[in-house]
């Protein structure tokens, strides 16, 4: 099995604009049933990007190319799905590769379930699982509590079940992922993206970190979770206080095609997180592998900015800037540290 972290590339296909559930925390705002990617156009942008990651050095030094089938609920296009994946299968490819499926899972069924296990060596189910069927329920619907989360751990152990926490689910925190590390679950847990944090949350987000920290180490035979796993030490090196790093790969290491097969830097820049159909001409002339087009003046002297995560896609969105952060997550990453 390919470790996430092994990945040196990262191609993301929109297959739709469409989903079956309506999160609280959602950050697509402009969600339609009528924009699809067809089987040909995913087929054509991936010929593209096979050709192109076969010549790179990234390939020559045994790196490999994640394929991710995003939406909207991508599970809507099974079919596009299947296609693709049967069709690379097929290619005899001269690198690694592996497909991975961000879904929220609720529409797997049986014929589903069937052929992801049959294709279980290249083609994996990422999904995302906020806590109990009640924050289930209270972040994303009632239909949200059917998840097949057993079939997916199952199927594939090693993966992580994202967990997305949002400022309804924070009062209950702790007991919602106690409740799904005590079922064997492995879990990311990560702060919800524009979330409209309010004073006063950092303190009840600083208490239930503190009651998970004490339930792992209660539990040491339990892989801690990754927000417990900051690489602290960088704060003692002043190199990383005076030169900022940008802190994902969006417009460099990752490339999002929307369902015409446009380009855009990654998934939170395509239309349907911020509505602007013409964006990916003004976002061709950002040059995305200049740390200080994403540099905020404002942080410049924080002793927490390097490893303070920004979502720049989100920035951009909300603020019209790439660099300026949202400076309500401040607090939150401070009951963090």
Wanted: net charge negative; with cysteine.
């Amino acid at each position: 099995m390919i470790r996430e972290e092994e990945a040196v590339r990262v191609v993301s296909l929109m297959l739709t604009w469409q989903c079956n559930l309506d999160c609280t925390y959602c950050f697509e705002d402009f969600k339609r049933n009528d924009r699809t990617m067809s089987a040909e156009t995913a087929k054509r942008i991936l010929s593209a990007e096979f050709e192109k990651f076969a010549a790179s050095e990234e390939c020559r030094q045994g790196g490999y190319l994640k394929i991710e089938f995003f939406g909207g609920e991508p599970l809507l296009r099974f079919d596009t799905i299947r296609a693709v994946a049967e069709w690379v299968a097929g290619l005899g490819l001269p690198f690694r590769c592996m497909l991975s499926v961000t879904s929220n899972g609720t529409l797997l069924d049986e014929t589903m379930k069937a052929w992801f296990l049959s294709h279980k060596e290249l083609v994996r189910i990422v999904m995302s699982v906020d806590g109990t069927e009640e924050i289930q329920s209270t972040n994303r619907g009632a239909n949200a509590a059917a998840a097949p989360i057993d079939f997916v751990r199952s199927t594939w152990p090693d993966l992580h079940f994202k967990s997305t926490i949002s400022r309804a689910a924070l009062p209950t925190l702790s007991r919602d992922l106690i409740a799904l590390l005590e079922q064997g679950h492995r879990i990311s847990p990560n702060l919800a993206v524009g979330e409209n944090w309010q004073p006063g949350d950092e303190a009840v987000y600083k208490r239930e970190l503190e009651r998970l920290a004490e339930w792992h180490l209660a539990h040491p035979e339990v892989e801690p979770m990754r927000i417990f796993m900051q690489h602290y030490i960088a704060l003692l090196e002043p190199y990383c206080l005076t030169t900022p790093q940008k802190n994902c790969g969006t417009g460099t290491t990752m490339t999002t095609y929307d369902v015409d097969g446009t380009p855009y830097p990654c998934h939170m820049f395509v239309p349907i997180t911020h509505g602007r159909e013409n964006a990916a001409g003004e976002l061709s002339r950002i040059d995305f592998h200049d740390h200080r087009a994403f540099q905020d003046a404002e942080c410049a002297e924080c002793g927490m900015l390097r490893i303070c995560k920004t979502c720049y896609g989100f920035n951009y969105k909300e603020r019209g800037d790439l660099r300026r952060r949202d400076r309500r997550v401040c607090r939150m990453m401070l009951a963090e540290a």
